[in-house]
């Protein structure tokens, strides 16, 4: 989409906290679509006859929120096609601003609470801003904010200052063919950044797909792995492939032999460092694939379309790869990001019940580690739908973007995963699905944690589900020893992951063996 013109919602509208940078976005969007763009605090300003952190000490923010409504709402009314709007960031507060965003596109700028606050300190008159004189209440402020940007927003971009403006216009792009309902996601990391697209309909039919593709298929001509079940159900809706490998399906197929295969297979394609490999299926296929994308002829890209629950909160998104040895999982992997991800929840209903209730330890182990919002809804037994899917896929994003390489915070995301690969190494892969033997390792991490309450909770959750919370199949010394072989390991010491609440998660934590010992004893029946 070359200009807002002929997109189906007549302006773009940028929200977000304040020291989002939503103004400097605004100005160089006009400038690189040729259009006007309007400031709502600026024109209220203008208005009001002095800046708006006066108008908050002269009239008090009741009276300052009745103008800026008002202001705001003529502003989205008026708005014709090709019109840039940066609106103040608590502007949203109000009902009936959000009703008058309605047909507008929406793009929040995500900018963390400490970035926003060094932004605005460096700013002059900085003291005089009534929303910026205290820390903690300016993280509160951001905090209590945060739900109502997410459920507005189309795309949600971070706040990268130089460069966030090409982004929205590559969201732009992305949208413009997107199914109604679909939101846009931008990860970025270290090396590089990429659109995650989730919505209903993505995965209806090859014409429409072609127009989400994050790649030139007229330049680079995908590659297709996949499993044999999801290839019958989806693989035509791709369209026009350069070829295809379907595994076998489950856990101990991602190993070398497979990798080996996928190799010899784009080999016999003709696949070239130009094209790129298309990773259809779960959480499997998509790191067999990863990795053979990324040491294929040294690197191809990656386009993930995950069909299961597990692939599409967690396992699609990060970059992470590798295939699993018969003495440890993942122990052979690379990083690489993919080049995009195209997420249909539809996709969800062809799953059988164990698969998706395996598939929500991953939600359940997300929301433990954001806690807020999406632990009190995942605590309360919500369901899963598109907005839980968003809400997993942008805390392991900003995981991702602080730390791409588990230098520190990602390690976060291995959160009851030490002991469940553990598990899942002793049994052989085949015993347990990846997330049964992850609710098994939460409930030895929180006995770990010492949050007995929290343990009890927990595991009421994961028997809702019908998942199980003891292991049969191997002995307890097999399974102490594949912990001690897990791959985060320094020497001879493997650090935990540990919860002090919901929302509060310490990485590289020493726990004592007999300790480890009396967590994992516990899960034996």
Sequence with gaps: MADLAGAPRRALVLIG????????????????????????????????????????????EAAF???????????????????????GGGSVGSER????????????????????WARIQAQEGARERPLARDWEAFTALHASRAAVYEELADALLPAMGRGTSGRVLDALRA?????????????SSDSGSYPVLIGPGILGGAAELAELWPLDRSVSQPFCVSDETVAALYAERLGELRGMIAIKPGEEQKTLLSAE???????????????????????????????CAA??????????????????????????TGVDLPEAKNYVGAYHQPAGVLVD?????????????????????????????????VAGGGEVDRHMILACARTKLAVVAADERDAGQRQLLNLGHTIGHAIETATGYTRYRHG??????????????????????????????????????????????????DKKRLRSRVPFVLVAAPGEVRIGCEVPPDSVRAAVAELMP
């Design 65 to 87: 929120r009745i103008a800026e409504e008002e202001l705001v709402c003529e502003l989205l009314g008026d708005a014709g096609p090709g019109s840039v709007i940066a609106l």
């Design 345 to 377: 929840p539809d996709v969800l209903s062809t799953l059988q019940a164990g698969e998706l209730a395996a598939g929500w330890v991953e939600v359940l182990k997300t929301a433990l580690i954001a806690g807020g919002t999406l632990w009190e809804r």
């Design 17 to 60: 906290f304040m020291g989002a940078g939503k103004s400097t976005v605004a100005a160089e969007l006009s400038e690189a679509l040729g259009v006007d763009a309007v400031d709502s605090d600026e024109l209220l300003e203008e208005r009001l006859g002095h800046p708006p952190a006066q108008a908050f000490e002269l009239d008090g």
């Design 261 to 291: 295969a996928v190799w010899r297979s784009l080999l016999a394609a003709g696949i070239t460092r130009a094209d790129h490999v298309v990773a259809l299926g779960g959480g499997v296929v998509g790191d067999l694939a990863g990795f």
């Design 175 to 187: 949208l413009s063919a997107a199914p109604p309902g679909a939101r846009l996601l931008w990860a």
């Design 436 to 485: 049964e033997a992850v609710g098994l390792g939460l409930l030895a991490t929180l006995r770990l944690s010492g949050l007995d309450g929290l343990r009890a909770q927990v595991r009421e959750l994961l028997e809702a589900r019908g998942l199980p919370v003891t292991f049969e199949g191997a002995t307890l010394e097999e399974v102490l020893e594949a912990t001690a072989r």
């Design 97 to 116: 601003v959000r009703r008058a965003l309605e047909p507008h596109l929406t793009v929040l700028l995500d900018v963390d609470p400490a970035v926003a």
């Design 295 to 320: 040491t294929y002829q040294r690197g191809v890209p990656v386009v993930h379309i995950p069909t299961t629950l597990l692939a599409q909160v967690d396992s699609a998104y990060g970059g992470k």
